[in-house]
DNA sequence: ATGTTC
C-alpha cells in the first residue's frame, strides 16, 4: 500500500485523508509504517466500502494484522447502532464464525516435556481430530446438536468435557445468548453432527508452547504465566456449521439489502439491518454457530488434558481464557461521552476490554481482559491484556494472530510441506499432519512477522504485551 | 475458513 494517500494521526494510527464522499465515518488503520506498506491496497479499498455502510458509528478500522478478506478485511472492525439503521454483515463475521483461541496454561516446565517431546506430539495427533472433514468421535442426534447451539461450552461441561471452572475463563462465560437453533438449516446442522470435538484445516492448530520472555510481570502474574512454564493453545472454530450459516446467510442477507434498498458497495458485503427480520435471523444463527465453536474448543481442551494426563498424571492444565476472533456482538461503548448499545463487528480481531470491566473474571479485572495473538507455524504467540484506550481507539479491539502477507496459492509455489516441517523439527519444532499441501500454504513465510504486529497492537494503544510463547509441538489441521 | 468449485 502506497502509505503517501494516509495521514498519520500518530507513528502507529493512520487516517485516509479523502475518503469518498459516501463514507459515514472515518477509515482509519492501526499499523506501523513496515506492516502499512506491506498491506495489500485491497486492505484499504475494503475497510473503506465497510465505511459507506448503514449506521457506522466511529471509524471503520483495521488492526495492524490486516489483509484481504471476503467484504470486510481480515483485522477489521466496525461497529454499527441498531437504532440508526446499522447493519449486520455475514462477510463481516467471516466464514469461520467465532473462530478463536483457548489458552490453557500447565503446571508443567519445558524441562518436562523435553524427554517426551515426540511421543506427546504423535499421541495428540491420534487424538485431536485435525483436517478437511474429519470427524471426532461424537455423533450427535438432531436434539442434542441443538442443546449445543444453545449451551455452548457449558454444554461440554455438562456432557463431562472440562469443568465449571473452565467456563469463567470463557468468553460469556462459555454461552452466548441469543441463540436461535431454529435459524440454522438442516444442512447446517447435518454438516456438524460429526464435527464437534475436531480441530478443522487451514490456519487451525493444537500448539504446546513455552513460555519463552515476561513483557509485563504484573499481568502475567495474573494470568497465572511465568518464565519456561508450558502453554497449550487451541486455535480452532465453528468447523462446517458456521461455514454453511455463512453461506446461507450471504444470500438472505443479500435480498434483505436489496428489499431495504440498501445499496452495497461489493456484493460480498451483502447485509441487513440488525433490526430487519433477515438481520434477526442471521444473528439467531451466529449466535448459535458461536455457541458451537464454544463447545468445540471446550471438547478439544478436555482432550488435550486427557493426553497430559497420560504423560503427567499430576499435571493441571487449566483455562487461562479462551476468546473468540470472527464475531459481531452487541456491546455497551461510549462514544462522546454517551454509552450506547452497538454492534461489533471483529472480524480476525479480538475483542480487548480493559481494566475494571464488568464482564471480566474477578481474578484479570485489575490488569484486563488476556488478548491472544496466535502466530503462525512455528514462529510464537503473544498473550497481551486489555487497554483503557482501546476502548476510545478500537471499541475495545486488538490484533489476533500474525496474519496472512502472502495468498495460500502463492505460498504453495514458494515452499514444499515437507522440507519445512523438517527444517522446522531440525529446530526443536515438531509438527504433526495429514496435509502437506496444508503445511506448505501455512509457511511462516507466508505470514507477517508476528513480533512487528505485537509491538503495532502496544504502540498503538489496542492491548499490552504480557507474555510471548515459543512453539514445541504442533497438530496442524 | 470450507464435504478446499453448487
Partial sequence: MNIERLRPIDEWSWSLPKAPEETRGEV??????????????????????????????????????????YGFPIGGVAAFDP???????????????????????????????APVARALADSLFANIPAGVGEEGSLRLAPRELDDVLTGGARWAVGEGYGTEADLEFVE??????????EHVSDLAKKRQRGEMGTLGSGNHYLEVQVVDRIHDAEAARAFGLAEGQVVVS???????????????YLVSLAKGAARLGISLPDRELACAPIRSP??????????????????????????????????FPGASLETLFDVSHNTCKPETHTVNGRPRLLYVH??????????????????????????????????????????????????????????????????????RGRELIDELA??????????????????????????????????????RRVAFLRPRLCVKG
Fill in 346 to 415: 471483529r472480524k480476525g480481531a479480538t475483542r480487548a476490554f480493559g481494566p475494571g470491566h464488568p464482564s471480566l473474571p474477578a481474578r484479570y479485572r485489575p490488569v484486563g481482559q488476556p488478548v491472544i495473538i496466535g502466530g503462525s507455524m512455528g514462529t510464537g504467540s503473544y498473550v497481551l491484556a486489555g487497554t483503557a484506550e482501546s476502548e476510545n481507539r478500537a471499541f475495545s479491539s486488538a490484533s489476533h494472530g500474525a496474519g496472512r502477507a502472502m495468498s495460500r496459492n502463492q505460498a504453495l509455489r514458494h515452499w
Fill in 172 to 181: 460469556e462465560h462459555g454461552c452466548m445468548a441469543g441463540a436461535k437453533p
Fill in 426 to 463: 531440525g529446530r526443536g519444532i515438531l509438527i504433526r499432519t495429514k496435509s502437506m499441501r496444508g503445511a506448505a500454504e501455512e509457511a511462516p513465510g507466508a505470514y507477517k512477522d508476528v513480533d512487528l504486529v505485537a509491538e503495532a497492537t502496544e504502540k498503538a494503544g489496542l492491548a
Fill in 83 to 113: 437504532e440508526a439503521g446499522g447493519i449486520i454483515s455475514a462477510g463481516g463475521v467471516g466464514f469461520d464464525i467465532s473462530c478463536g483461541i483457548r489458552c490453557l496454561r500447565t503446571t508443567l516446565a519445558a524441562a518436562d516435556i
Fill in 28 to 69: 482509519r488503520l492501526y499499523a506501523g509504517r513496515e506492516l502499512i506498506e506491506h498491506m495489500d491496497d485491497k486492505v484499504l479499498e475494503q475497510i473503506t466500502n465497510v465505511a459507506k455502510l448503514p449506521g457506522l458509528v466511529g471509524a471503520a478500522m483495521t488492526m495492524p494484522d490486516a489483509h484481504w478478506g
Fill in 234 to 248: 487451541i486455535h480452532c472454530g465453528s468447523r462446517g456449521l458456521g461455514h454453511q450459516i455463512g453461506t446461507d
Fill in 278 to 311: 433477515e438481520g434477526q435471523q442471521y444473528i439467531g444463527a451466529m449466535n448459535a454457530a458461536m455457541n458451537c465453536a464454544l463447545a468445540n474448543r471446550q471438547i478439544l481442551a478436555e482432550l488435550t488434558r486427557r493426553v497430559f494426563r497420560h504423560f
